[in-house]
C-alpha cells in the first residue's frame, strides 16, 4: 500500500475555517491525516482484484461535501474516462465492479469481480473534502503476462570498428521483465562475464572481436523467459600479414611471395610492382584462395627469378572500408657482408658487472646478406657454444652476442662469423678483458694529502703518483673550491699553470692566487681511463703555500726584476708519432711575466690551424690527424721579453700502420665476365696480403687458373655462379693489420631467357594462336564425323592425317592407339599408352573417337 500524508484540513480549506469538532481543532494544532491507496496491481486473467483507497488519521465528522470515488482513466484519451463510483455506490450499469467499504471507517475499495484484458488500465481514487478540496490517487492495474516481443525474428546489426554503439532491448510483459544480455559461446565485450543485466548494451569502442550473437532475455517469473536475437558484423578495413618481407632467390630459381588478407566485407586482393599492376604472365602466376574463416591467401610465383623481376611488390587488399596494403622485397641471394662489430678490446668491470642494474656486455656482430645471415661465434680459435651457457645470449636479428655478470673465465679472443648458404664472413677478432682497479705509486702512504711550499714569482712543478691500470689511465688536475655547503670541482686554466704529460702541473711562476688556504681550495690529481672517462680516482690532495722568495728578491713587486724564460719540460729531441691519431708536442717554459710560445717547421712549411691547434700560450702543439707528410723538425720559441729568445727543436718520424686507401667494393656482375678485387694499403713497413674466400685462405696455387694476383689486386676470370661469396683481405705488418671484405654476386648469363629446359620462349604468342586455330577445326572435324557415323572408315582417315600433324593418338573404339611414328611416348622413348597432352598454358588435351 502507498500511503501519502495530508496537510491539516483547515488549512485546506483555508484558515477562517478551522472551526467545527474538537478533532478538527486537533488537526489545526498540527495533526495530519493521511490517504493510503494501493499500489501498482497485477492479476491473472479471471481473478477478483481488490484495489484500497482510504483516509486515515482523522475524524470527519461534520465535514460538509466529504466523498471518495473511483474513475478509469484514460491517459492517451482523457475525454474517453469513465466514473465508476461514488462511496459505496456503483455508478455504471454493469456487474463487473462493487465496492467494499467497511463500516465506521473512511476506506472504499473497488473490487473488479473478473479481471479481463479490457479492465487493465489506471484506475484513480479521488478523496473530496468538499468546496474544490480533492486528493487524487493513481492505482495501475494490469493483467499479468509472460515477457515477449513484438517481433522474434533474428536481427543482424552491422557497424564499423571503431564505432560506438548501444543496442536497446524493451521486452513486454507485466510485471514489467528483467532484461538480461549474453554473448553465445563467448563473454561480453566492455563488461566482461557471461551476462550483464540491463536493457542497453552499450559498446563504447567496437573491434573486430566484438563481432557475434547476442541475445537478450526477459524475464519476469511468469512462464518462460522471451529472448531476442542479435546478430552483430563488424566492418574493418583490410588486415594483411606477409610470414616474409624479404624473399631471397638466385636467378633462375622459382620463387613465391604470398599474402593473407583478412577483411570484412571481404576484400579485392591485387599485386603491384611500383605503381603497375601485375596481370600474370608467362613467368608469373597469380593465385587466390579463399578459406573457410573468410581469410584469403593470395600468392604471386615468379617461376624463374632474372634480374629485372628484383624490386619490392605491394600486396594491396580494399574493400568498402579502406584498402591495405604490405611490401615484399624480392632480392636475388648474395653472400654476407660484416657490416658493424666491436672495436678490437671490449672491456667489462668485474665489480660493476654484479650490480643488479647492471648492463650484459655486447660483442657486436652485424652482417648483411641473402637470406639473412646466421651467426657463429669462436672463442680462443674454438667454436663457441654460447647456448650452454645462461649468462649468454645472442640479440635476435644480429650476431650481437650478450655476457651477463662477465668474469675473468670469459676473457679471450672472440670472432664472428656471419654464414648463408652462399658464403661466409668474418669478423676481426675481438679481446674480451676486464679492466684493472686504478692503483697509484703512493697507494702505501699513510696519507694521499701533502702540504707543499713554492716560492712566489718562481717557476714551480706539482707531480702527480704515477698510476696504474688497464686501460692505461690519464691524469688531470682540478681545483676544489670549498663553498658554504658544497665542493665544486673546476679543470685548471690558467696561461700560467700548465698541464703537462704523465701527470706532472708546472707553473709558469707563482702568485698569490695558487695559495691553497688563502684562497680556501685544494689541488687534486685525479685518473680516469677510456673505459669510464666519467670515473675518476683520486691519486692525491695538494696543500701549496706560497712563500716569500729564499733569495730575497722579490721579482712579482719590482718591476726591474724579472724571470728569465728558461725551458721546464720539453718532448724528446726525437719523437715518433702514429698516422691517423692526435698526437702532441710540449714546449713548456717557466719564466715571469708569462712567456709566449711559437711553433714553425723547420722545413719552411706552414702550421695551419685546420690541421694543427696550439693551446696553453703555445706550450702545446697537437696534431689532429696525423699524416705521414708531418714528418720533420718542429722548433719552438719562448720569450717573455727578458734576455734573448729560447728555442727547441723536435724530430718527428710518423709511422704508418697499415691503412686501407679506399674500402673494397661489392660486386654484381654477370657469368663469364672477369673481375677484380683491390686490397689498396698504406703502411710505412713491408705489407703481406692474405686473401680469404668466406673466412679461408684463398687458394691461389696449384688450383683454378681463373684466380691470380698481382700486387694488391685478386683478379677472378670467368665466373661462375660457384664464385660467389665472401672475399676478405688481411693486410699485416710487424706491428699491425688491417681486414676489410666485400661479396661478390655472379648473375646466370642471359638472366631470364635461359628456361630450364634451356629453349627459348620467343614466339609463345604465334604458338598460342597457332594452337588455337588448330583446335578449332579439330573440332569442326570432330562434328562433321558425329554426323556421318556411316562414313566412320573414311573419317577415321581424315582424322588420322590431322592428328598426325597435330602429332596426338587417334583412339579407337578398342582401347589402341594409332598414329604411327606420331604416336604418344613416354620421356624415355618407350611407347606406352599415354594421356594426349597438347598442354601450351591451359590448352585441354584433345582425344579423337570415332
Not at 580494399?318 to 672491456?347: C, H, Y
Not at 688556504?517 to 677510456?530: D, G, H, K, M
Not at 656482375?669 to 685462405?697: K, M, Q
Request: aromatic content about 8%; hydrophobic content about 35%.
Amino acid at each position: 500500500m502507498w500511503s501519502v500524508a495530508l496537510l491539516p484540513l483547515c488549512l485546506l480549506a483555508g484558515v477562517g475555517r478551522c472551526g467545527g469538532s474538537p478533532t478538527a481543532k486537533r488537526e489545526a494544532e498540527g495533526t495530519s491525516p493521511k490517504i493510503t491507496y494501493s499500489k501498482e496491481t497485477i492479476a491473472k486473467e479471471g481473478d477478483e482484484v481488490k484495489i484500497d483507497c482510504a483516509v486515515e488519521g482523522v475524524d470527519l465528522t461534520g465535514i460538509a461535501g466529504f466523498s471518495v470515488s473511483w474513475s478509469k482513466i484514460n491517459e492517451e484519451k482523457p475525454t474517453n474516462s469513465y466514473p465508476i463510483a461514488t462511496n459505496d455506490k456503483v455508478l455504471l450499469f454493469s456487474n463487473k465492479f462493487r465496492v467494499d467499504h467497511p463500516a465506521d471507517s473512511h476506506q472504499y475499495s473497488l473490487i473488479i469481480k473478473s479481471m479481463t484484458e479490457e479492465d487493465t488500465g489506471l484506475y484513480r481514487c479521488t478523496v473530496n473534502f468538499g468546496e474544490d478540496q480533492k486528493i487524487n490517487a493513481d492505482v495501475p492495474v494490469t493483467l499479468q503476462k509472460a515477457p515477449y516481443f513484438t517481433d522474434d525474428f533474428t536481427k543482424t546489426l552491422t557497424v564499423t570498428e571503431g564505432d560506438a554503439i548501444s543496442i536497446d532491448c524493451q521486452p513486454g510483459g507485466s510485471p514489467k521483465p528483467d532484461v538480461y544480455w549474453e554473448r553465445l559461446n563467448q563473454e561480453l565485450p566492455y563488461y566482461g562475464g557471461k551476462f550483464f543485466k540491463s536493457n542497453q548494451l552499450d559498446i563504447p569502442l567496437i573491434e573486430r572481436s566484438h563481432k557475434g550473437h547476442y541475445v537478450c532475455y526477459a524475464d519476469n517469473g511468469i512462464g518462460d523467459p522471451a529472448n531476442s536475437h542479435v546478430i552483430l558484423e563488424v566492418q574493418f578495413v583490410p588486415e594483411i600479414t606477409v610470414a616474409k618481407d624479404r624473399v631471397f632467390a638466385s636467378v633462375t630459381e622459382e620463387v613465391v611471395m604470398e599474402c593473407k588478407v583478412l577483411a570484412h566485407p571481404p576484400a579485392d586482393v591485387a599485386w603491384f610492382k611500383g605503381d603497375s599492376p601485375i596481370l600474370g604472365s608467362a613467368n608469373m602466376r597469380l593465385k587466390t584462395e579463399t578459406l573457410e574463416d573468410g581469410l584469403v591467401v593470395s600468392s604471386l610465383a615468379v617461376n624463374q627469378v632474372s634480374p629485372e623481376d628484383v624490386g619490392t611488390y605491394t600486396c594491396r587488399a580494399l574493400n568498402t572500408i579502406g584498402t591495405t596494403e604490405k611490401d615484399i622485397a624480392l632480392m636475388t641471394k648474395s653472400p654476407p657482408l660484416i657490416l658493424k662489430q666491436s672495436g678490437r678490446e671490449v672491456f667489462y668491470d668485474n665489480e660493476r658487472s654484479r650490480l643488479r642494474d647492471a648492463l650484459p656486455v655486447v660483442l657486436e656482430c652485424e652482417a648483411d646478406g641473402a637470406p639473412s645471415p646466421k651467426y657463429r661465434w669462436t672463442k680462443d680459435d674454438k667454436a663457441f657454444i654460447w647456448q650452454a651457457d645462461p649468462r649468454i645470449s645472442m640479440e635476435e636479428g644480429t650476431g650481437n652476442l650478450l655476457i651477463s655478470d662477465p668474469t675473468m673465465d670469459d676473457n679471450g679472443l672472440y670472432q664472428c662469423f656471419a654464414y648463408n648458404d652462399l658464403g661466409t664472413a668474418v669478423s676481426n677478432p675481438i679481446y674480451l678483458l676486464n679492466i684493472t682497479r686504478i692503483e697509484f705509486a703512493n697507494d702505501k702512504d699513510e696519507s694521499d694529502t701533502y702540504n707543499v711550499e713554492a716560492e712566489l714569482g718562481r717557476p714551480f712543478k706539482l707531480s702527480c703518483p704515477e698510476a696504474y691500470g688497464y686501460p692505461t689511465p690519464s691524469l688531470s688536475w682540478v681545483k676544489a673550491i670549498q663553498h658554504e655547503t658544497q665542493i665544486e670541482l673546476v679543470f685548471l686554466s690558467d696561461d700560467r699553470i700548465i698541464a703537462g704529460p704523465n701527470g706532472s702541473l708546472w707553473f709558469t711562476h707563482v702568485t698569490q692566487a695558487d695559495d691553497t688556504r688563502l684562497n680556501n681550495f685544494q689541488y687534486i690529481c685525479l685518473a680516469n681511463t677510456s673505459f669510464a672517462p666519467y670515473d675518476y680516482s683520486m691519486a692525491s690532495v695538494i696543500e701549496l703555500t706560497v712563500k716569500d722568495p729564499a733569495d730575497g728578491a722579490h721579482n712579482l713587486q719590482e718591476e726591474a726584476l724579472n724571470v728569465e724564460s728558461f725551458p721546464m719540460y720539453t718532448s724528446p729531441a726525437t719523437v715518433q708519432f702514429i698516422a691517423g691519431r692526435e698526437n702532441k708536442l710540449y714546449c713548456i717554459y717557466g719564466g715571469e711575466p708569462v712567456p709566449e710560445v711559437s711553433w714553425r717547421r723547420k722545413d719552411g712549411r706552414e702550421i695551419n690551424s685546420t690541421h694543427f691547434s696550439i693551446k696553453n700560450s703555445g706550450s702545446t702543439l697537437i696534431f689532429l690527424d696525423t699524416k705521414v707528410d708531418d714528418a720533420g723538425v718542429y722548433e719552438c720559441a719562448a720569450t717573455n721579453g727578458v734576455g734573448r729568445v729560447k728555442s727547441s727543436a723536435m724530430t718527428v718520424t710518423v709511422v704508418q700502420v697499415p691503412t686501407f686507401v679506399r674500402k673494397m667494393a661489392s660486386l654484381t656482375v654477370e657469368e663469364g665476365a672477369t673481375i677484380d678485387f683491390h686490397c689498396e694499403v698504406e703502411a710505412s713497413d713491408n705489407v703481406t696480403l692474405l686473401w680469404l674466400y668466406n673466412g679461408r685462405p684463398l687458394p691461389l696455387t696449384g688450383g683454378s687458373v681463373r684466380r691470380t694476383v698481382d700486387g694488391s689486386r685478386l683478379t677472378l676470370t670467368d665466373v661462375t655462379t660457384n664464385d660467389m661469396g665472401n672475399y676478405a683481405c688481411n693486410a699485416t705488418t710487424a706491428t699491425a693489420y688491417v681486414y676489410d671484405q666485400a661479396t661478390l654476386t655472379v648473375m646466370p648469363a642471359g638472366g631470364f631467357s635461359r628456361t630450364r629446359g634451356g629453349a627459348s620462349c620467343e614466339g609463345l604468342t604465334e604458338l598460342r594462336a597457332e594452337v588455337a586455330q588448330l583446335k578449332d577445326t579439330l573440332q569442326a572435324i570432330y562434328s562433321v564425323v558425329k554426323e556421318q557415323q556411316e562414313l566412320a572408315q573414311g573419317t577415321r582417315d581424315i582424322l588420322t592425317k590431322v592428328a598426325d600433324k597435330l602429332q596426338v593418338p587417334v583412339t579407337r573404339t578398342d582401347g589402341a592407339s594409332e598414329g604411327g611414328d606420331n604416336a604418344a611416348t613416354t620421356e624415355e622413348g618407350e611407347g606406352e599408352g599415354v594421356e594426349p597432352a597438347l598442354d601450351v598454358e591451359n590448352q585441354t588435351a584433345t582425344t579423337l573417337t570415332p
